[in-house]
C-alpha cells in the first residue's frame, strides 16, 4: 500500500518566501529611510554633498562642528586659491564621533589632508543631548561605521531604548517631516554651496573682546575626553593619515583652553601637526567688535579673513594645485560664483582680495541729513592713513563712493526719500600695498527727504 | 505594553515561537503565561481583580453546572418519576440556580460598578442630597480601573448564564477557564467573546499554518493603517474642534462630529483588525465586531454592525430575558387592555429596548452624556418602529422602490446623520456641552466658507495632511464596500502575482512607517476604546 507522502517541500517553500520578503522589507524600508532625519540642511548637505564628490577629488576634508563651518567657508578657499576642501561638520558634534566621521571619510577620500577641529574637544565631558546624536547619524550612509557610531553615542552618552532605537532607525522619529521632503531632501542649498555655511545669521555682529583671551595654560583632560582622543590619535597613526590639527579662534575659556594647549602637547608628542589660530591671531587681523556671531562663530566677515588665511596657509605648506578653471571642478566654480552673489549684499569689495590690517573701526556718527544730501562723520582711528566712504542701499551691494583723509564726507544729489546706509573702512599702506582695516559691518543708516 | 508598540510586536513574536515548538497540546498554557504576562505589565497588580473575576466565574459556574448535573442524575436513576416531579425538580433547580447565578453576577458585576461608577454614583447622590438639604457626603474615591474590566465582565457574566441556560457545559479546568477570560489580543477592547465560540479554539493547540498567519499579518497591517494613519490623524483637527467648540456654530459642529465618526469607527475598528490578526497568528478567530456600519440603512441595522458582540450581549442577555419574562409578558396584556393592540404591545419591547440602550450607554462610561447616547439610539429606534407602519404608506404613495441605489443611498446618508448627531453625547465633554453643540449645529448654515477660505489649515493639519486623509478615508469606504458586496480584498490580493501582492504589502508597511502616528515626535497612540 502507498504510504501519503507529506509535502514538507511546501513548508520550506513558504520558509524561503517569508524569508525573502523580509529581506525585501527590509531593504524597502532602509531605502526610505534613507530620505528621513534630523530638521538640519547643514547635516544632510555636509554629509550627504560629500557623497556627490568625486572619489579622491578633495584636497583637504575638514572634520569638526560648527567651529569647522561657521569658521571655514570652502567657496572663499576655492574662489581666493582654488583649494577643494569639504566641511564634514556637523552641528553640536561630540567629539566620540571625529573618529567615525573620520573613518567614513576616508572611503571616499583617501588622500585628502584631514583637518581636525580642536575645539571639539575642550569641553569637559564626552556626553550630547540626544537630539544632537541625530545631526551626525541620520545622513550617513548606511554601513557597519554608522552602526559602530551609534552603538558609540548610545553607549556613551547613556541614551534610553527608545532613544537608542530612533537613532538606529531615524524614521521612526522624523518619518513625521514627509511633507516637508520636497523642501529639504530635493533642494538641500548647503550641498549646492559645496558645505559652505550660508544663513542670515552670518551677517550679525556681536562683540566678543571682553571675553576673549588668549592663554597659555595647560589643563586637565576629562578621562572619557581622553580616551576618545587617544583612540583618534590611535587611528590616525595605525592608517597613516595625513592629518593636521587645528585651533578655532574661539572667545572661550582659559579652562577650556588649556584643555586644548594639553591635548595640543600630545599631538605633537605623537609626531602630528598642530595649527594653533590664536597663537596666529594678529595675522588673521579679526576685529574681536565685528567680526564675530557669539564667543564660538564667526560671521561673514570674520569668516572671509580666516578662510583666506586658511587657505594660504594650506597652498604654502601642502602645496595644493590652485584647480581653479579646470574641467573636473567645474561644479565648484559654478558654485563659488553663486556663492558670492548670494553674499553681495554682505560683503565689501575689497574683503576677498585685498590686504588687511588691524585698525580699529571707526566709530560711527549719526547720519546728518539734509533733503537729498547726507553727511557721514566719523571719530579718527589710530594708524589710518586714509578711509574709504562705503555706501550701500538695502540688500545692495557695498560700493566704495570715495576715499578721503578728511572724518567727514558729504554724499549729495541722492535718490529721493531712498535709504542708505554708510560705513568706513580705515586704510593704510603696509609693505607698498593698501590694506584694509576693521570696519562696521551694520553702518549706519538715514533715508533722505525730498518728493519722488 | 499598548498592543501598537514594538514591545507588544516583539512580545507576540516570542509568544508564536515559542507557542508553535511545545507540544501541541500544551500550546494553551503558552497562551496562558503570556496573557497573563501581558496584563501585568499593563495594569500590574490590578490582575488580581481579573483573576478575582474569573475565579469567581469559574467557580460559579461550577456551582451551577453541579446542580444541574445532580438533576439530571437524579432523574436518570429514579426512572419512575412523574411528569408533574420532573417539572418541580427542574423549577427547583431553576429557581436555585437563579439565586446562584444572580449572587455569581453580583460578585463579577459588583466589582466593575464599584471601581468604575462608584464616584459616578457619590457625585450624583451628593447634588441630591445638598439639593434637599442633607449634608453628610459621600466621599471621592482615588480608585484604579483595571484594564478591559468593561470588557472581561460581560464575558464573565455571559459565561455563567449560559452555564445556567444549559448553552454550555461549565469549565472544570481553571487554568484553561483562567485563559478563556484572559486571553491577551481581545482583553483590552474586545471583542467580547462566547465561551461556546472561542473555548474550544483556545484550548487546542493549533497546527503552524503559513497561510492562516500570513491572513492574520495582513490583517494587523490593515488594523495599524485605520489607526495610526487615519484615526490618530483626524483625532488632531476633533480634538481642536472639540476644545474651541464655543467659537463655532453650523456646518463646522457638523463637520467636527462626522470627522469624530470617522476617527471612532477607525480607532476602533482598526483596534479589533489588529487584535483579530493577532489571534489568527496562533490559529485562533474570533468574532467580527464591525460590518462596514456606514453602510447601514437604518440606526438599529447599524447597531448590528457596529460594535457587534456588545450588541448582541445586550441583546441576548438584557433584552431578551426582560422582554420575554413573566413581568414583562403580564405587562404586555395589561398594556393591551388599557392602550390597545397596537401600543400595548409595543410597551414591554419598547422598555426592555429603553433599558437595553440605557445600559449600552452607561456602559461606556459614568458620565450623563454616555447614558443621553445610549438613550438617543435607543429613542430614534422606538420611534423608527412606532412610524414604520407610516413609512410604509408614506413610500407606497410616493412610489418609491425600496430596492433602488437611490433609495438605499438616501437610508444610508439618513442612518449615517442620525448616528452623527448621536456622537455629540459621546464625545463632547459633558451632558451640557454635548446638548449645547446639538443645538448650535442648526445654526449659520448659510456660511460654509470653512471648507474653502483657509480655516480648516488652522485646525492643527496641513494641506498634504487633510489630502492623505480624504485619499485614506475613500480607500477605506471603498474597502468597505467590497466588503459589503461579500469580496475579501486579502482573498482578492492573495490570489495575485507574487510581485504584486509583496508590493502591496510593502506599500502598507511603508504607509505605516511614514505616515504614522507613532514615535516620540507624537504623543503615544491609546486606543479610545482601552479606557472601558
Known amino acids: ?452 | 505594553m499598548s498592543i501598537i508598540s514594538i514591545e507588544f510586536a516583539l512580545f507576540v513574536l516570542a509568544a508564536m515561537l515559542i507557542y508553535y515548538i511545545m507540544p501541541r497540546k500544551a500550546r494553551w498554557i503558552v497562551l496562558l503565561v503570556g496573557s497573563y504576562f501581558f496584563y501585568w505589565m499593563n495594569s500590574h497588580w490590578l490582575v488580581l481583580v481579573l483573576f478575582f473575576t474569573s475565579l469567581v466565574t469559574y467557580l460559579f459556574g461550577l456551582i451551577i453546572q453541579r446542580q444541574i448535573d445532580k438533576n439530571q442524575e437524579y432523574i436518570l436513576n429514579h426512572e419512575s418519576i412523574t411528569r408533574d416531579e420532573k417539572k418541580n425538580l427542574k423549577d427547583k433547580l431553576k429557581k436555585k440556580n437563579r439565586i446562584i447565578l444572580s449572587i455569581g453576577i453580583l460578585l463579577v458585576l459588583g466589582a466593575l460598578l464599584f471601581l468604575k461608577y462608584f464616584n459616578f454614583f457619590g457625585e450624583n447622590v451628593n447634588v441630591l442630597f445638598s439639593s434637599v438639604g442633607i449634608k453628610w457626603t459621600i466621599p471621592h474615591m482615588n480608585l484604579l480601573l483595571p484594564l478591559g474590566i468593561s470588557f472581561y465582565t460581560l464575558q464573565a457574566i455571559s459565561y455563567m448564564v449560559d452555564v445556567y441556560r444549559g448553552k454550555v457545559t461549565a469549565d472544570h479546568n481553571p487554568a484553561k477557564f483562567l485563559l478563556f477570560m484572559s486571553f491577551f489580543p481581545q482583553i483590552i477592547q474586545g471583542p467580547i467573546p462566547r465561551y461556546s465560540q472561542l473555548a474550544k479554539q483556545l484550548y487546542e493547540g493549533h497546527k503552524f499554518n503559513y497561510n492562516q498567519i500570513c491572513f492574520g499579518a495582513q490583517m494587523m497591517l490593515w488594523g495599524l493603517i485605520k489607526k495610526l494613519v487615519i484615526a490618530e490623524r483626524l483625532a488632531i483637527p476633533v480634538n481642536y474642534l472639540f476644545e474651541h467648540h464655543t467659537e463655532y456654530s453650523g456646518p463646522i459642529l457638523f463637520f467636527a462630529v462626522v470627522l469624530y465618526g470617522f476617527q471612532i469607527y477607525t480607532d476602533f475598528s482598526g483596534g479589533m483588525d489588529l487584535v483579530c490578526g493577532v489571534a489568527q497568528l496562533f490559529g485562533i478567530e474570533l468574532e467580527k465586531n464591525f460590518k462596514q456600519p456606514y453602510y447601514a440603512t437604518s440606526l438599529e441595522d447599524f447597531w448590528r454592525r457596529w460594535h457587534i458582540t456588545m450588541g448582541s450581549w445586550m441583546k441576548e442577555y438584557i433584552f431578551y430575558p426582560l422582554s420575554l419574562s413573566k413581568a414583562f409578558t403580564s405587562l404586555s396584556r395589561k398594556s393591551r387592555k388599557v392602550l390597545g393592540q397596537f401600543a400595548g404591545k409595543r410597551v414591554p419591547v419598547f422598555l426592555a429596548m429603553f433599558i437595553a440602550y440605557f445600559c449600552v450607554g452607561f456602559w461606556h462610561g459614568p458620565n450623563w452624556k454616555y447614558i443621553a447616547y445610549g438613550i438617543w439610539n435607543g429613542t430614534i429606534i422606538m420611534t423608527s418602529i412606532l412610524l414604520e407602519n407610516i413609512y410604509a404608506k408614506g413610500r407606497m404613495l410616493c412610489r418609491i422602490d425600496e430596492n433602488t441605489f437611490t433609495w438605499r443611498s438616501f437610508r444610508r446618508f439618513r442612518t449615517f446623520l442620525i448616528v452623527s448627531f448621536g456622537r455629540f453625547f459621546s464625545r463632547a465633554e459633558d451632558l451640557p456641552t454635548a446638548l449645547s453643540m446639538f443645538g448650535r449645529t442648526f445654526k449659520n448654515w448659510r456660511n460654509v466658507s470653512f471648507v474653502t477660505n483657509g480655516s480648516l489649515l488652522n485646525m492643527g493639519l496641513n494641506n498634504a495632511n487633510w489630502i492623505l486623509l480624504i485619499f485614506l478615508i475613500i480607500l477605506l469606504f471603498y474597502v468597505d464596500y467590497k466588503h459589503e458586496q461579500g469580496v475579501s480584498f486579502r482573498v482578492v490580493i492573495a490570489r495575485q502575482h507574487l510581485v504584486f501582492r509583496w508590493a502591496i504589502y510593502i506599500i502598507a508597511v511603508l504607509i505605516i512607517l511614514v505616515f504614522g502616528y507613532y514615535g516620540s515626535e507624537y504623543n503615544a497612540a491609546s486606543f479610545v476604546y482601552e479606557k472601558f
Open chain 1, 1 to 452: 500500500m502507498q504510504k501519503k507522502v507529506r509535502i514538507p517541500k511546501k513548508q520550506a517553500i513558504n520558509l524561503i518566501k517569508a524569508f525573502a520578503f523580509c529581506i525585501v522589507l527590509v531593504i524597502s524600508i532602509l531605502y526610505i529611510q534613507s530620505f528621513f532625519g534630523v530638521d538640519s540642511d547643514i547635516s544632510y548637505g555636509n554629509e550627504r554633498g560629500f557623497l556627490k564628490e568625486k572619489n579622491g577629488s578633495l584636497d583637504a576634508v575638514f572634520i569638526g562642528g560648527s567651529d569647522v563651518y561657521r569658521l571655514w567657508e570652502p567657496l572663499f578657499g576655492w574662489k581666493l586659491y582654488g583649494v577643494a576642501a569639504w566641511n564634514y561638520a556637523i552641528p553640536a558634534i561630540s567629539p566620540i564621533a571625529i573618529r567615525y566621521l573620520l573613518k567614513e571619510a576616508i572611503k571616499t577620500q583617501p588622500n585628502a589632508l584631514y583637518i581636525i577641529s580642536l575645539n571639539v574637544y575642550k569641553g569637559s565631558s564626552i556626553k550630547t543631548k540626544y537630539g544632537y546624536a541625530h545631526y551626525i547619524v541620520d545622513y550617513l550612509p548606511l554601513s557597519s561605521n554608522r552602526l559602530e557610531l551609534t552603538e558609540a553615542l548610545v553607549e556613551g552618552n547613556e541614551f534610553s531604548a527608545e532613544q537608542a532605537a530612533e537613532l538606529f532607525f531615524p524614521i521612526m522619529k522624523f518619518h513625521t517631516r514627509w511633507d516637508k521632503l520636497k523642501d529639504w531632501v530635493f533642494d538641500a542649498a548647503q550641498m549646492d554651496y559645496k558645505s559652505s555655511y550660508h544663513t542670515k545669521e552670518q551677517t550679525s555682529i556681536s562683540d566678543v573682546s571682553k571675553g576673549f583671551n588668549i592663554s597659555l595654560s595647560k589643563g586637565t583632560i576629562p578621562n572619557d575626553i581622553q580616551k576618545v582622543f587617544d583612540e583618534l590619535l590611535e587611528y590616525c597613526s595605525k592608517n597613516e593619515i595625513k592629518v593636521l590639527f587645528v585651533k578655532m579662534p574661539q572667545a572661550i575659556s582659559e579652562e577650556e583652553q588649556g584643555r586644548m594647549n594639553s591635548l595640543e602637547d600630545q599631538i605633537i608628542e605623537k609626531g602630528f601637526e598642530c595649527l594653533d589660530l590664536y597663537k596666529h591671531f594678529d595675522e588673521l587681523c579679526l576685529d574681536l567688535k565685528n567680526d564675530y556671531v557669539d564667543k564660538y562663530h564667526l560671521n561673514i566677515h570674520g569668516e572671509i579673513k580666516l578662510s583666506r588665511y586658511l587657505g594660504e596657509y594650506l597652498i604654502d605648506k601642502y602645496g595644493i594645485e590652485n584647480k581653479r578653471g579646470m574641467k573636473e571642478w567645474e561644479s565648484w566654480d559654478k558654485s563659488a560664483t553663486e556663492y558670492r552673489d548670494y553674499l553681495s549684499s554682505y560683503i565689501l569689495p575689497f574683503e576677498e582680495y585685498e590686504k588687511r590690517n588691524n585698525i580699529s573701526a571707526p566709530k560711527l556718527n549719526k547720519l546728518s541729513i539734509s533733503g537729498q544730501t547726507i553727511t557721514v562723520s566719523w571719530e579718527a582711528s589710530d594708524g589710518a592713513k586714509s578711509y574709504g566712504v562705503f555706501r550701500s542701499e538695502a540688500d545692495s551691494q557695498w560700493e566704495m563712493i570715495t576715499e578721503t583723509d578728511q572724518l567727514e564726507y558729504i554724499d549729495q544729489e541722492l535718490d529721493p526719500k531712498t535709504k542708505y546706509i554708510y560705513t568706513i573702512v580705515p586704510m593704510t599702506i603696509y609693505n607698498g600695498q593698501k590694506s584694509f582695516g576693521h570696519f562696521n559691518a551694520k553702518g549706519v543708516s538715514g533715508t533722505t527727504g525730498g518728493t519722488k
